[in-house]
Every structure is written in C-alpha cells, then in structure tokens.
C-alpha cells in the first residue's frame, strides 16, 4: 500500500500550489524591482521509497501518518537566490502569505554546520481545501523549504554527491577540504553581496 494513501493526490496538488506561489513571487518581484528575487526553483514530492526508508531508520510504522505528521518533509521546495540578502526577503514574503504558518525555521547561513554547509531550513504548516491526516477539513500540511545561493547550493549538491556515492579512504582530510571551501564560497557570497550594494549605492 502507499506510504501516503489517500493523502498522495493532496501532496502532488500542494506542490503544484507552492511551486506557482512562488513563481508569481518571482514574477511580481521583477515587475517592481527589475530583478529576479530568485534565479532557481525546484520542488518534489517524496518518493513512497523514500519516504518509506526515513520511517524504518527513525523506527516509525510506515503509515500516512507518520509519512505526513511526525515526518515534514514529504513535499519540499528548495529556492536558489543569487544574493544573500534575496534569501532573506524570500523569506518576509513567505511569512506574509495567507494559509501559511512558520512551524519551525532553522538559518544554517548565520550559524554554518560544523561541515560548512550553509542554508535557511522553514518547515511551513500549509492550509489547504482537502482532508488532511487527523481527518480535518481544511487540512493542515506540512512542506520544507530550503533557501540557499547558488554558491551554498553547488557546495552542497557536490558535497552529497562525493560523500554519499564514494567510498572515501581519507574522510578527514576530504572533510577538512570541503569545509575550507564552504568558507572560501561564503566569503565570495559576502563580497558580491557588498559588490551590489556599492553598484545600488552608485545608482
């Protein structure tokens, strides 16, 4: 049986809503200000084998309701800006909009993993017309959001394809290296961050 039963048209439904939220975000963003607030968008519901995997490691019932209540990630989005400062006025938008609720937020930018991984984690509880797992109408939804640069996000996809697809024979110094470079990206971040700002000072 699905991992998330009847909810699995739900999900594919929420996620189209989230991904068009977004877009006309982008797009009324660059009506006003002549920029793009972000440059990448992409979402995905879990997959059934996926999500089945995270409750036999966390030791959950593979039911709809650990797949879509204690687990909050079985729809998520990640929004890749080009400037620090665009992550976060993405995220006043997001805690601007009806139907959407802050559940948890974690800003991995300002304070960076020990690994160096860097990114704004929002866990949003999402109302939406359909019948959610505690039998609610409206029903409550949960969706991860992931806010990063482009520099955070090349660091990270590269980090998870080295680590997790390779058998490494020196792990340390592999993690050593790319921590120096997680620092190397941010402090570009930084330095085009102030670039801009000395080009809008200019204007």
């Given at each position: 049986m699905n991992i998330y039963g009847k909810y699995a048209s739900t999900l594919n439904k929420l996620l189209d809503q989230m991904l068009l939220r977004f877009r006309q975000l982008n797009q009324n963003y660059e009506r006003k200000y002549h920029e793009r607030l972000y440059e990448h968008l992409r979402g995905r519901v879990k997959s059934e084998a996926s999500m089945e995997?995270?409750?036999?490691?966390?030791?959950?019932?593979?039911?709809?309701?650990?797949?879509?209540?204690?687990?909050?990630?079985?729809?998520g989005l990640r929004v890749v800006c080009n400037f620090i400062d665009d992550i976060y006025t993405c995220i006043d938008y997001i805690k601007s909009w009806d139907n959407i609720t802050v559940f948890k937020e974690k800003d991995y930018i300002t304070n960076a993993k020990p690994n160096g991984y860097r990114s704004y984690?929002?866990?949003?509880?999402?109302?939406?017309?359909?019948?959610?797992?505690?039998?609610?109408?409206?029903?409550?939804?949960?969706?991860?959001?992931?806010?990063?640069?482009?520099?955070m996000d090349t660091w990270a996809s590269l980090e998870h394809e080295m680590k997790y697809k390779h058998q490494i024979k020196h792990p340390e110094m592999i993690g050593r290296e790319l921590k120096?470079?997680?620092?190397?990206?941010?402090?570009?971040?930084?330095?085009?961050?102030?670039?801009?700002?000395?080009?809008?000072?200019e204007d």
């Open positions: 995997e995270k409750c036999r490691r966390k030791n959950l019932p593979l039911t709809p309701n650990s797949a879509l209540q204690i687990n909050h990630d079985s729809v984690h929002m866990i949003l509880l999402v109302t939406v017309p359909n019948e959610d797992v505690n039998g609610n109408i409206p029903g409550k939804y949960f969706v991860e959001v992931q806010l990063r640069t482009i520099a120096r470079v997680a620092d190397e990206l941010a402090s570009c971040d930084i330095s085009m961050q102030t670039i801009r700002q000395l080009i809008r000072e």
